[in-house]
């Protein structure tokens, strides 16, 4: 999800409660090799997997929404196959008010406690039953919360990872898909209605509502079913057997929407032919106050989409990508588990990254993934060291998920399977996977598959299971006619690339070298170069704590970054350092996608105190952002927020 924003925003605080999902028994692993974060599975609802005694197989959901201010009441039909003789059909649902229960049509007896609603009655294996419950769900009273949701003129759902239960009971696990979706709504006349699938019929009911009706038949997890209704301004076209819609709120940003979101059908075509076909036969956005308007949701089909990420200059595109992205990676293909989140937020974030690379170049792309990288650093200062998979219940929207994640996949692509191998391995994966559920093990097996040389078992085992990063430091030393290049590393210890630079007054040229995964490692450099560097831009995730052997001994260059003030601010904010030597300070405003908003500062600093004062630019615009400053050896990052 986006989670875009909150995936920086999480770096900087906890988890606000909701989130997604080590290594399966049996690995070892070496301590001072990639080290591993052996601890208790947090997910515990899921122990009961191997339990789980049916299978959901379609959802008919009925739905009455009297205004927006009122609570949604409901009748949920769950269609369910028993996979063994059966007592009980146990659902999940959370804090809502039961009206009714009835199975195959006949009143039922039941028990509903501790979020779990058991519905009794004596069912034999591979038998097909109907459950129905009539309900009453009351709005979250938490913006950050998951579950039914209303705001001014309009009303939403948000429901990952376990939020499903607290608007319709089902069986609330990714793994267990519905295979078909039908949600009939009740709403005001001047509404609109905006779910998973096709409207496929539309009509009126009593004087001043009408009703709407989506139908979607692709599988599809709880935590991906939503509506939105609300007093919406509507767009919808087709192209290339696509069906696009999107819905403004408030009506009168239906042409900053319309401007926003242009480049859908551009982005849909780009990444069908990196992933394999668009997975559906429709896709949508629709506005609404999630997150405060700063927040975006993956919802199968139809984007829900935080109003103040549009603003008519494009500038959250990234969040609009990112979260298309997802339509192959979270809901066609989606996670056994929320242990398997990266699988979700990496991808979609390299898929942003992608895109910025064939809409704005190469310099954007790398752009972006140096702001990826600054974030995996400045999260591992801040929170305790954890792997990509299976992150604790408190990062599950962290940095390492979504950044770590996207430098995982860039690397596998830049350094050993290079493009062609990368991209039809990624459509493999789509496409036998498709419509179902998936592990970080199904991904190495695939890659493991087109890569044909050794497995890649080592790759994944350091970069996904393993903690944290290369943090290295280099030196260039002449001896015997020869630069003798030294890496040493801290633990734990990682089997990367470097690419170095070489070159005289004029030409520089590049190369690649691999480091084991050892305290030390030399290389004996060749040639009459008139110098030898660590080039900008690299293939690996790592942190250099080290000069290159051109520049003078380096000083420990650390600096404290007060927290900006004010904050939030109108059009003037002040920044206050303390450095402890000279450095140059390079200070960086960056928006949601990480890209670069403006210039602060850059400059030469001397040690000492420090104060910047920044003034917005005109065409800034009101949001939130991250300002980055960074020297030679160090960066720290604040959350600022602009109000005009």
């Known amino acids: 999800m986006l989670p875009m924003m909150l995936a920086v925003f999480l770096l900087f605080c906890p988890l606000l409660v909701f989130g997604q999902p080590g290594w399966p028994g049996g690995k070892s692993g070496n301590s001072d090799c990639c080290a591993r974060a052996d601890r208790p599975y947090w ?18 959901l009925s739905v009455t929404i009297a205004d927006w201010n009122t609570p949604l009441e409901a009748c949920a039909i769950l269609t369910v196959i028993a996979r063994e003789d059966l007592s009980e059909i146990p659902l999940n649902a ?62 939403y759902t948000f429901s990952e990872p376990y939020g499903a239960r607290k608007w319709f009971p089902c069986w609330d696990q990714p793994y267990d898909k519905f295979i078909q979706v039908r949600i009939r709504a009740d709403i005001p006349a001047h509404w609109s209605l905006a779910s998973n699938g096709l409207m496929i019929e539309e009509g009126g009911t009593d004087p001043g509502r009408k009703f709407q009706t989506y139908y979607h038949n692709h599988p599809i997890s709880p935590y991906l079913v939503n509506i939105a209704a609300g ?37 849909v075509e780009y ?45 959250f595109e990234g969040i609009v990508a990112h979260e298309l992205a997802h339509q192959w990676f979270g809901d066609h293909l989606s996670p056994v588990d929320f242990r398997n989140m990266w699988l979700n937020e990496g991808f979609a974030t390299y898929g942003n990254a992608l895109w910025t690379k064939f809409a704005y170049g190469d310099d954007a792309f790398r752009s972006d993934m140096r702001n990826a990288a600054s974030f995996c650093f400045q999260e591992e200062q801040s929170f305790p060291s954890y ?21 995982v996949l860039h690397m596998l692509k830049t350094q050993l399977l290079g493009d062609s191998v990368y991209f039809a391995a990624l459509r493999d994966y789509v496409s036998r996977f498709a419509g179902g559920n998936v592990d970080t093990q199904d991904f190495i097996d695939v890659v493991n598959d087109h890569y044909g040389q050794e497995d890649l078992d080592w790759f994944f085992e350091q970069w996904v299971y393993g903690l944290r990063f290369p943090i290295i430091r280099t030196s260039f030393r002449e001896e015997g006619g020869l630069v003798r290049l030294t890496v040493e590393q801290t633990t734990p210890y990682f089997r990367f690339p470097l690419v170095l630079e070489q070159g005289t007054e004029g030409f520089t040229e590049t190369d690649t070298l691999w480091f084991d995964a050892q305290p030390s490692s030399t290389r004996d450099l060749t040639g009459t170069p008139s110098f030898y ?29 007060s927290p900006p003030y004010p904050n939030p601010f109108n059009a003037n904010v002040n920044f206050e350092f303390q450095f402890e030597y000279p450095a140059q300070l390079e200070i960086k405003l960056l928006d949601l996608n990480g890209r670069m908003a403006a210039t602060v500062y850059s400059g030469r600093v001397e040690a000492g105190k420090r104060l910047i004062s920044f003034k917005a630019p005109v065409g800034l615009a009101s949001g939130v952002y991250f300002v980055n400053a960074s020297t030679e050896r160090s960066s720290k990052t604040h959350k600022l927020l602009l109000l005009k």
Not at 233 to 259: C, M
Not at 389 to 404: H, I, Q, S, T
């Open 43 to 60: 997910f515990n609802s899921l122990d009961a997997e191997s339990l789980h005694s049916y299978d959901q197989v379609s959802l008919d």
């Open 271 to 315: 990444f069908s032919e990196l992933f394999g076909d668009f997975p559906f036969d429709e896709y949508g956005m629709v506005m609404a106050d999630l997150f405060g308007g700063w927040g975006a949701m993956e919802h199968q089909t139809f984007t829900t989409y935080g109003f103040h990420l549009v603003d008519s200059l494009r500038t």
């Open 387 to 407: 792997p990509v998979y299976d992150p604790p219940e408190d990062r599950l929207f962290g940095a390492n998920v979504y950044f770590k994640g996207a430098w």
């Open 231 to 267: 007093n919406f301004s509507r767009r919808e076209f087709n192209l290339d057997g696509i069906q696009y819609r999107y819905f403004a709120w408030p009506r009168s940003d239906s042409a900053q929407a319309e401007y926003d979101w242009a480049r859908t059908p551009e982005m």
């Open 94 to 155: 959370m804090d809502l008010t039961l009206d009714s229960v009835l199975i195959d049509s006949q009143i039922a007896q039941y028990s509903y406690a501790n979020d779990t609603l058991r519905v009794f009655a004596p069912i034999s294996r591979n038998d097909t039953v109907v459950v129905e419950v009539r309900y009453t769900a009351l709005p979250a009273t938490d913006p950050f919360a998951t579950g039914y949701h209303n705001a001014w003129e309009h009303v």
């Open 533 to 561: 560097r660590l080039a900008s831009e690299q293939i690996s995730l790592f942190q250099d704590n080290t000069a290159n052997s051109e520049d003078p001994p380096a000083l420990p260059i650390q600096f404290e970054f």
